[in-house]
Protein backbone atom coordinates (compact mmCIF):
# COMPACT_ATOMS: atom_id res chain seq x y z
CA UNK A 1 0.00 0.00 0.00
CA UNK A 2 1.29 3.75 -0.26
CA UNK A 3 0.10 6.68 0.86
CA UNK A 4 0.77 10.05 -0.69
CA UNK A 5 -0.21 13.42 1.11
CA UNK A 6 -1.72 15.74 -1.64
CA UNK A 7 -2.70 17.76 1.61
CA UNK A 8 -3.00 18.73 4.97
CA UNK A 9 0.62 17.83 4.87
CA UNK A 10 2.41 20.85 7.17
CA UNK A 11 -0.56 22.80 7.41
CA UNK A 12 -4.12 22.49 8.50
CA UNK A 13 -6.05 22.26 5.31
CA UNK A 14 -6.55 21.16 2.14
CA UNK A 15 -6.70 17.57 3.50
CA UNK A 16 -6.46 14.98 1.09
CA UNK A 17 -4.78 11.51 1.17
CA UNK A 18 -4.28 9.00 -1.82
CA UNK A 19 -4.09 5.21 -0.78
CA UNK A 20 -2.92 2.83 -3.45
CA UNK A 21 -3.68 -0.64 -2.30
CA UNK A 22 -5.32 -4.00 -4.63
CA UNK A 23 -5.10 -2.19 -7.62
CA UNK A 24 -7.78 0.72 -6.28
CA UNK A 25 -6.97 4.70 -5.30
CA UNK A 26 -9.15 5.93 -2.75
CA UNK A 27 -9.13 9.19 -1.47
CA UNK A 28 -9.60 9.89 2.01
CA UNK A 29 -11.11 13.89 2.39
CA UNK A 30 -10.68 16.00 -0.58
CA UNK A 31 -10.48 19.70 0.82
CA UNK A 32 -10.02 22.98 -0.62
CA UNK A 33 -6.90 24.91 0.86
CA UNK A 34 -7.48 27.96 2.87
CA UNK A 35 -5.35 31.24 3.92
CA UNK A 36 -2.29 32.53 2.04
CA UNK A 37 -2.56 32.56 -1.51
CA UNK A 38 0.48 30.14 -2.18
CA UNK A 39 -2.04 27.28 -0.31
CA UNK A 40 -4.37 28.34 -1.85
CA UNK A 41 -3.35 28.47 -5.26
CA UNK A 42 -2.72 24.62 -4.74
CA UNK A 43 -6.39 24.23 -5.60
CA UNK A 44 -6.17 24.99 -8.99
CA UNK A 45 -3.28 21.70 -9.79
CA UNK A 46 -4.19 18.39 -9.26
CA UNK A 47 -1.41 16.46 -8.80
CA UNK A 48 -3.41 13.08 -9.71
CA UNK A 49 -6.40 12.34 -12.20
CA UNK A 50 -9.64 12.91 -11.07
CA UNK A 51 -10.68 10.19 -13.27
CA UNK A 52 -8.61 7.42 -11.89
CA UNK A 53 -9.90 7.58 -8.88
CA UNK A 54 -12.40 4.49 -7.19
CA UNK A 55 -13.62 6.75 -4.32
CA UNK A 56 -13.18 9.12 -1.79
CA UNK A 57 -13.99 8.62 2.04
CA UNK A 58 -14.93 12.25 3.68
CA UNK A 59 -14.34 11.86 7.58
CA UNK A 60 -16.74 15.40 8.05
CA UNK A 61 -18.42 18.17 5.70
CA UNK A 62 -15.30 21.01 6.93
CA UNK A 63 -15.06 22.78 3.82
CA UNK A 64 -11.14 22.03 4.37
CA UNK A 65 -12.09 18.43 4.32
CA UNK A 66 -14.88 18.05 1.80
CA UNK A 67 -14.85 21.44 -0.36
CA UNK A 68 -12.06 20.33 -3.28
CA UNK A 69 -14.83 17.52 -4.14
CA UNK A 70 -16.82 19.42 -6.91
CA UNK A 71 -13.65 20.66 -8.77
CA UNK A 72 -12.67 16.96 -8.83
CA UNK A 73 -15.95 16.62 -10.31
CA UNK A 74 -15.53 18.48 -12.79
CA UNK A 75 -12.52 17.27 -13.80
CA UNK A 76 -13.81 13.91 -14.67
CA UNK A 77 -14.15 12.15 -11.30
CA UNK A 78 -17.67 10.05 -10.91
CA UNK A 79 -17.26 7.51 -8.47
CA UNK A 80 -18.80 7.25 -5.16
CA UNK A 81 -18.46 9.60 -1.73
CA UNK A 82 -18.73 7.63 1.08
CA UNK A 83 -19.60 9.16 4.41
CA UNK A 84 -21.80 9.14 7.63
CA UNK A 85 -25.79 10.31 7.02
CA UNK A 86 -24.82 13.61 8.87
CA UNK A 87 -21.93 15.03 6.71
CA UNK A 88 -24.33 13.64 3.60
CA UNK A 89 -26.95 16.52 4.77
CA UNK A 90 -24.30 19.17 6.24
CA UNK A 91 -22.53 19.09 2.51
CA UNK A 92 -25.23 19.54 0.50
CA UNK A 93 -25.82 23.42 1.68
CA UNK A 94 -22.10 23.69 2.78
CA UNK A 95 -20.95 23.00 -1.07
CA UNK A 96 -23.56 24.92 -2.31
CA UNK A 97 -22.80 27.90 -0.52
CA UNK A 98 -18.86 27.18 -1.21
CA UNK A 99 -19.69 27.08 -5.10
CA UNK A 100 -21.71 30.14 -4.83
CA UNK A 101 -18.69 32.07 -3.19
CA UNK A 102 -16.53 30.38 -5.77
CA UNK A 103 -18.78 32.30 -8.46
CA UNK A 104 -19.18 35.58 -6.77
CA UNK A 105 -15.20 35.85 -6.15
CA UNK A 106 -14.47 35.38 -10.02
CA UNK A 107 -17.43 37.83 -10.83
CA UNK A 108 -16.20 40.05 -8.86
CA UNK A 109 -12.52 39.97 -10.40
CA UNK A 110 -13.81 40.14 -13.71
CA UNK A 111 -16.00 43.41 -12.66
CA UNK A 112 -12.48 44.96 -10.70
CA UNK A 113 -10.03 43.66 -12.77
CA UNK A 114 -8.00 42.81 -10.50
CA UNK A 115 -7.23 39.28 -11.20
CA UNK A 116 -4.68 38.26 -13.71
CA UNK A 117 -6.82 35.96 -15.66
CA UNK A 118 -8.87 37.02 -18.76
CA UNK A 119 -11.81 35.78 -17.58
CA UNK A 120 -11.60 34.73 -14.00
CA UNK A 121 -13.25 31.76 -13.36
CA UNK A 122 -14.73 30.16 -10.51
CA UNK A 123 -12.98 27.17 -9.50
CA UNK A 124 -16.43 25.24 -9.73
CA UNK A 125 -20.22 26.40 -9.88
CA UNK A 126 -23.08 25.30 -8.04
CA UNK A 127 -24.05 22.84 -11.11
CA UNK A 128 -20.74 21.00 -10.60
CA UNK A 129 -21.99 21.00 -6.89
CA UNK A 130 -25.52 19.60 -7.87
CA UNK A 131 -23.53 16.40 -9.73
CA UNK A 132 -21.04 16.13 -6.88
CA UNK A 133 -24.50 15.10 -4.34
CA UNK A 134 -25.47 12.37 -6.13
CA UNK A 135 -22.57 11.02 -5.77
CA UNK A 136 -22.94 10.60 -1.78
CA UNK A 137 -23.48 7.15 -0.28
CA UNK A 138 -24.19 6.83 3.21
CA UNK A 139 -22.17 4.46 5.11
CA UNK A 140 -23.28 3.22 8.97
CA UNK A 141 -20.63 3.19 11.76
CA UNK A 142 -18.29 0.71 12.92
CA UNK A 143 -19.88 -2.09 9.94
CA UNK A 144 -16.63 -3.31 7.68
CA UNK A 145 -17.73 -1.68 4.09
CA UNK A 146 -15.81 -3.78 1.16
CA UNK A 147 -13.56 -1.96 -1.72
CA UNK A 148 -12.27 -4.92 -2.62
CA UNK A 149 -11.47 -8.60 -1.44
CA UNK A 150 -8.92 -7.79 0.53
CA UNK A 151 -9.68 -3.99 0.65
CA UNK A 152 -12.48 -2.64 3.37
CA UNK A 153 -12.95 0.18 5.88
CA UNK A 154 -15.60 1.32 8.84
CA UNK A 155 -16.31 4.51 10.56
CA UNK A 156 -16.42 5.70 14.13
CA UNK A 157 -17.68 9.03 15.75
CA UNK A 158 -14.68 11.48 16.13
CA UNK A 159 -16.91 14.01 18.05
CA UNK A 160 -15.27 16.76 16.28
CA UNK A 161 -18.41 18.27 15.02
CA UNK A 162 -21.85 16.69 13.93
CA UNK A 163 -20.88 13.65 11.15
CA UNK A 164 -17.42 13.67 11.60
CA UNK A 165 -15.85 9.94 11.45
CA UNK A 166 -12.05 8.51 12.19
CA UNK A 167 -11.90 5.69 9.39
CA UNK A 168 -10.11 2.52 10.03
CA UNK A 169 -8.92 1.02 6.68
CA UNK A 170 -7.51 -3.13 6.11
CA UNK A 171 -5.42 -3.83 3.38
CA UNK A 172 -3.49 -6.79 2.04
CA UNK A 173 -0.38 -7.71 3.62
CA UNK A 174 2.34 -10.62 2.77
CA UNK A 175 1.15 -11.91 6.53
CA UNK A 176 -2.19 -11.32 6.02
CA UNK A 177 -4.31 -8.59 6.78
CA UNK A 178 -2.98 -5.10 7.68
CA UNK A 179 -4.87 -2.08 9.08
CA UNK A 180 -4.48 1.85 9.37
CA UNK A 181 -6.50 4.05 11.20
CA UNK A 182 -7.47 7.91 9.98
CA UNK A 183 -7.86 10.04 12.70
CA UNK A 184 -9.23 13.46 10.27
CA UNK A 185 -10.57 15.53 13.20
CA UNK A 186 -10.55 14.26 16.62
CA UNK A 187 -13.10 15.87 18.63
CA UNK A 188 -11.09 16.40 22.35
CA UNK A 189 -14.67 15.28 24.52
CA UNK A 190 -14.87 18.39 26.41
CA UNK A 191 -17.82 19.70 23.78
CA UNK A 192 -21.24 20.55 25.70
CA UNK A 193 -22.81 19.69 21.63
CA UNK A 194 -21.26 16.79 20.48
CA UNK A 195 -20.33 13.36 21.97
CA UNK A 196 -16.56 12.45 22.43
CA UNK A 197 -14.82 10.49 20.29
CA UNK A 198 -15.19 6.61 20.08
CA UNK A 199 -12.71 4.16 21.52
CA UNK A 200 -9.93 3.37 18.64
CA UNK A 201 -9.57 -0.11 17.41
CA UNK A 202 -6.37 -1.97 17.73
CA UNK A 203 -4.35 -0.41 14.47
CA UNK A 204 -0.85 -1.11 13.09
CA UNK A 205 -0.76 2.70 11.87
CA UNK A 206 -2.28 6.01 12.80
CA UNK A 207 -1.89 8.91 10.61
CA UNK A 208 -2.96 11.47 12.95
CA UNK A 209 -4.17 15.03 12.73
CA UNK A 210 -1.74 17.50 14.91
CA UNK A 211 -3.49 21.05 15.13
CA UNK A 212 -2.96 21.59 18.42
CA UNK A 213 0.08 19.12 19.27
CA UNK A 214 1.90 22.13 20.34
CA UNK A 215 -0.35 23.13 23.63
CA UNK A 216 -2.64 22.29 25.96
CA UNK A 217 -6.31 23.71 25.82
CA UNK A 218 -8.51 24.43 29.07
CA UNK A 219 -9.89 22.47 31.18
CA UNK A 220 -12.21 25.18 33.11
CA UNK A 221 -15.61 24.64 31.60
CA UNK A 222 -16.51 27.91 33.49
CA UNK A 223 -18.02 30.69 31.19
CA UNK A 224 -16.80 33.22 33.33
CA UNK A 225 -13.87 34.98 30.58
CA UNK A 226 -16.14 34.97 28.24
CA UNK A 227 -19.34 37.07 29.92
CA UNK A 228 -16.76 39.27 31.40
CA UNK A 229 -15.94 40.67 27.93
CA UNK A 230 -19.73 40.19 26.71
CA UNK A 231 -20.67 42.77 29.78
CA UNK A 232 -17.44 44.92 29.70
CA UNK A 233 -17.84 45.35 25.83
CA UNK A 234 -21.60 45.83 25.83
CA UNK A 235 -22.07 47.85 29.06
CA UNK A 236 -20.09 50.70 27.52
CA UNK A 237 -21.67 50.90 24.35
CA UNK A 238 -19.83 48.18 22.03
CA UNK A 239 -20.58 45.38 20.02
CA UNK A 240 -19.50 42.04 20.18
CA UNK A 241 -18.54 40.53 16.74
CA UNK A 242 -17.40 36.60 17.05
CA UNK A 243 -16.55 35.11 13.84
CA UNK A 244 -17.79 31.18 13.95
CA UNK A 245 -17.62 28.22 11.94
CA UNK A 246 -21.10 27.74 10.65
CA UNK A 247 -21.19 24.43 11.54
CA UNK A 248 -20.35 23.19 14.92
CA UNK A 249 -18.83 26.69 16.19
CA UNK A 250 -21.65 28.73 15.87
CA UNK A 251 -24.36 25.84 17.40
CA UNK A 252 -22.14 25.57 20.75
CA UNK A 253 -21.18 29.29 21.02
CA UNK A 254 -25.34 30.01 20.67
CA UNK A 255 -25.85 27.62 23.69
CA UNK A 256 -23.34 29.13 25.60
CA UNK A 257 -24.72 32.05 25.12
CA UNK A 258 -28.04 31.09 26.15
CA UNK A 259 -26.91 29.64 29.11
CA UNK A 260 -25.24 32.65 30.10
CA UNK A 261 -28.57 35.00 29.32
CA UNK A 262 -30.43 31.86 31.26
CA UNK A 263 -28.55 32.25 34.47
CA UNK A 264 -28.15 36.44 34.24
CA UNK A 265 -23.97 36.04 33.66
CA UNK A 266 -24.39 38.42 30.97
CA UNK A 267 -27.22 41.08 29.97
CA UNK A 268 -30.38 40.20 27.82
CA UNK A 269 -29.34 41.98 24.57
CA UNK A 270 -29.77 41.04 21.07
CA UNK A 271 -27.87 38.10 19.44
CA UNK A 272 -27.84 38.19 15.88
CA UNK A 273 -26.65 34.52 13.92
CA UNK A 274 -25.95 36.09 10.57
CA UNK A 275 -25.01 33.14 8.38
CA UNK A 276 -27.47 31.46 6.62
CA UNK A 277 -25.16 28.20 6.60
CA UNK A 278 -25.43 27.95 9.96
CA UNK A 279 -29.20 27.94 10.47
CA UNK A 280 -29.22 25.57 7.88
CA UNK A 281 -26.36 23.82 10.25
CA UNK A 282 -28.71 24.34 13.42
CA UNK A 283 -31.29 22.29 12.11
CA UNK A 284 -29.18 19.21 11.08
CA UNK A 285 -28.18 19.37 14.60
CA UNK A 286 -31.74 19.42 16.25
CA UNK A 287 -32.59 16.50 13.75
CA UNK A 288 -29.44 14.08 14.24
CA UNK A 289 -29.53 13.98 17.88
CA UNK A 290 -28.24 10.51 18.28
CA UNK A 291 -24.74 12.20 18.23
CA UNK A 292 -25.56 15.09 20.42
CA UNK A 293 -24.49 15.74 23.97
CA UNK A 294 -27.75 16.86 25.19
CA UNK A 295 -28.87 17.02 28.46
CA UNK A 296 -32.08 16.34 28.94
CA UNK A 297 -33.21 19.42 30.65
CA UNK A 298 -31.50 21.43 28.15
CA UNK A 299 -33.94 23.61 26.19
CA UNK A 300 -31.74 24.06 23.38
CA UNK A 301 -33.37 20.56 22.44
CA UNK A 302 -36.61 22.21 21.53
CA UNK A 303 -35.90 25.53 20.30
CA UNK A 304 -32.16 26.61 18.57
CA UNK A 305 -31.42 29.14 20.99
CA UNK A 306 -33.16 29.45 24.34
CA UNK A 307 -33.41 33.19 24.24
CA UNK A 308 -36.05 35.91 23.16
CA UNK A 309 -33.22 38.11 22.11
CA UNK A 310 -32.08 35.80 19.49
CA UNK A 311 -32.43 37.44 15.71
CA UNK A 312 -31.45 35.44 12.52
CA UNK A 313 -30.51 37.47 9.69
CA UNK A 314 -31.22 35.53 6.33
CA UNK A 315 -31.34 38.65 3.93
CA UNK A 316 -28.16 40.19 2.80
CA UNK A 317 -29.57 43.82 3.34
CA UNK A 318 -30.28 42.92 6.99
CA UNK A 319 -26.60 41.84 7.25
CA UNK A 320 -25.65 44.86 6.04
CA UNK A 321 -28.28 46.99 8.03
CA UNK A 322 -26.86 45.30 11.52
CA UNK A 323 -23.40 46.95 10.99
CA UNK A 324 -25.02 50.65 10.78
CA UNK A 325 -26.50 49.88 14.34
CA UNK A 326 -24.82 51.45 17.22
CA UNK A 327 -27.26 49.68 19.02
CA UNK A 328 -25.31 47.15 21.65
CA UNK A 329 -25.39 43.37 20.51
CA UNK A 330 -23.53 39.91 19.78
CA UNK A 331 -22.81 39.05 16.31
CA UNK A 332 -22.32 35.59 15.50
CA UNK A 333 -21.15 35.30 11.58
CA UNK A 334 -19.45 32.91 9.19
CA UNK A 335 -16.33 32.65 7.90
CA UNK A 336 -14.64 31.40 11.52
CA UNK A 337 -10.80 32.16 9.86
CA UNK A 338 -12.44 35.55 8.45
CA UNK A 339 -11.30 34.54 4.96
CA UNK A 340 -14.51 35.65 3.74
CA UNK A 341 -18.45 35.46 3.93
CA UNK A 342 -20.20 38.28 6.11
CA UNK A 343 -18.39 38.60 9.00
CA UNK A 344 -16.03 40.84 6.91
CA UNK A 345 -18.28 43.56 6.62
CA UNK A 346 -19.18 43.54 10.36
CA UNK A 347 -15.22 43.92 11.53
CA UNK A 348 -14.74 46.37 8.47
CA UNK A 349 -17.61 48.33 10.32
CA UNK A 350 -16.67 47.47 14.20
CA UNK A 351 -12.77 47.28 14.30
CA UNK A 352 -12.13 50.75 14.07
CA UNK A 353 -14.13 51.91 17.28
CA UNK A 354 -12.61 50.82 20.60
CA UNK A 355 -15.91 50.36 22.11
CA UNK A 356 -16.06 46.92 20.23
CA UNK A 357 -14.90 43.91 20.43
CA UNK A 358 -13.94 40.60 18.51
CA UNK A 359 -14.03 37.46 20.18
CA UNK A 360 -12.03 34.26 18.59
CA UNK A 361 -13.08 30.63 19.21
CA UNK A 362 -11.55 28.83 16.99
CA UNK A 363 -8.50 27.73 15.54
CA UNK A 364 -6.99 30.55 12.91
CA UNK A 365 -5.33 28.97 10.21
CA UNK A 366 -1.39 30.42 9.69
CA UNK A 367 -1.96 33.53 6.99
CA UNK A 368 -5.62 33.97 7.34
CA UNK A 369 -6.73 37.18 8.79
CA UNK A 370 -7.65 35.99 11.76
CA UNK A 371 -4.10 34.68 12.43
CA UNK A 372 -3.32 38.15 11.44
CA UNK A 373 -5.61 39.60 13.97
CA UNK A 374 -4.98 37.81 16.73
CA UNK A 375 -0.98 38.44 16.27
CA UNK A 376 -2.26 41.78 16.82
CA UNK A 377 -1.77 43.15 12.87
CA UNK A 378 -2.37 46.67 12.49
CA UNK A 379 -1.84 47.16 8.87
CA UNK A 380 -5.17 45.41 8.43
CA UNK A 381 -7.06 45.43 4.55
CA UNK A 382 -10.73 44.31 4.11
CA UNK A 383 -12.13 44.18 0.51
CA UNK A 384 -8.95 45.96 -0.34
CA UNK A 385 -9.66 48.61 1.88
CA UNK A 386 -7.07 50.21 4.88
CA UNK A 387 -9.34 49.28 7.84
CA UNK A 388 -7.79 50.69 11.45
CA UNK A 389 -7.67 48.03 14.41
CA UNK A 390 -9.02 49.72 17.49
CA UNK A 391 -11.57 47.38 18.63
CA UNK A 392 -10.22 44.61 21.56
CA UNK A 393 -9.26 41.33 20.03
CA UNK A 394 -9.90 38.24 22.24
CA UNK A 395 -9.53 34.98 22.07
CA UNK A 396 -11.24 31.96 24.03
CA UNK A 397 -9.74 28.58 23.78
CA UNK A 398 -12.21 26.32 25.50
CA UNK A 399 -14.12 26.41 22.60
CA UNK A 400 -12.38 24.25 20.35
CA UNK A 401 -13.33 21.10 18.70
CA UNK A 402 -9.63 19.46 18.42
CA UNK A 403 -7.56 17.39 20.98
CA UNK A 404 -4.64 18.95 22.30
CA UNK A 405 -1.68 17.08 22.54
CA UNK A 406 -2.80 15.01 25.72
CA UNK A 407 -5.99 14.57 24.60
CA UNK A 408 -4.69 12.68 21.37
CA UNK A 409 -1.83 10.86 23.72
CA UNK A 410 -4.89 9.67 26.06
CA UNK A 411 -6.87 8.48 22.79
CA UNK A 412 -4.25 6.45 21.50
CA UNK A 413 -3.70 5.10 24.93
CA UNK A 414 -7.28 3.87 24.80
CA UNK A 415 -5.73 0.80 22.29
CA UNK A 416 -4.86 -2.61 23.84
CA UNK A 417 -1.17 -1.78 22.19
CA UNK A 418 0.23 1.33 21.00
CA UNK A 419 0.60 1.50 16.69
CA UNK A 420 3.82 0.16 15.54
CA UNK A 421 4.38 3.57 13.31
CA UNK A 422 2.04 7.12 13.55
CA UNK A 423 2.27 9.43 10.96
CA UNK A 424 1.53 13.38 11.54
CA UNK A 425 -0.30 15.53 9.30
CA UNK A 426 -3.00 18.34 9.57
CA UNK A 427 -0.47 20.64 11.71
CA UNK A 428 2.08 23.97 11.43
CA UNK A 429 5.69 22.60 11.81
CA UNK A 430 5.86 23.55 15.50
CA UNK A 431 2.91 21.60 16.18
CA UNK A 432 3.81 18.42 14.69
CA UNK A 433 7.25 18.42 16.35
CA UNK A 434 6.10 18.61 19.37
CA UNK A 435 3.30 16.52 19.29
CA UNK A 436 5.86 14.06 17.38
CA UNK A 437 8.33 14.19 20.75
CA UNK A 438 5.48 13.54 23.05
CA UNK A 439 4.88 10.37 20.95
CA UNK A 440 8.41 9.12 21.37
CA UNK A 441 8.64 9.78 25.01
CA UNK A 442 5.24 7.88 25.87
CA UNK A 443 5.50 5.21 23.35
CA UNK A 444 9.05 4.42 22.96
CA UNK A 445 10.23 2.45 20.19
CA UNK A 446 7.32 3.76 18.14
CA UNK A 447 8.11 5.15 14.70
CA UNK A 448 6.59 8.91 13.90
CA UNK A 449 6.85 9.85 10.51
CA UNK A 450 5.99 13.50 9.69
CA UNK A 451 5.19 13.91 5.76
CA UNK A 452 5.35 16.77 3.91
CA UNK A 453 3.31 17.64 0.94
CA UNK A 454 3.16 15.68 -2.03
CA UNK A 455 5.06 13.01 -0.08
CA UNK A 456 4.76 9.39 -0.37
CA UNK A 457 5.12 6.59 2.47
CA UNK A 458 5.14 2.86 0.95
CA UNK A 459 3.44 0.89 3.72
Given amino acids: MKLTFHGAAGTVTGSRTLIESSGKKILIDAGLFQGPKELRMRNWTTSFKASTLDGVILTHAHIDHSGFLPRLVKEGFKKPIWCSRPSAALCRFMLLDSAKLQEEDAEYANRSGYSHHRPAEPLYTEKDVERTLKLFEVVDDEEWFSLSKTLQFRFFRAGHILGSRFVQLSYPTEAGQGSILFSGDLGNGRSKLIKPPQSPPQSDILVLESTYGDRLLPRDSSLTE ?182 SIDWVKQMPVPPKKFILNHGEEGALEALRLKILETFPGTEVIVPEHLSQISI
Fill in 226 to 407: FSDIINTTTRRGGVVVIPAFAVGRAQEILQAIAQMQRESLIDKIPVYLDSPMALEATKAHLKYTDEIAFHPEDKWMNHPIDTDMFRALNGYEESITLTQTNQPHIVISASGMVTGGRVMHHLKARLPDPKNAVVFVGYQAVGTKGRLLQSGEKDFRIHHEKVSVNASIHTIQQFSAHADWQD
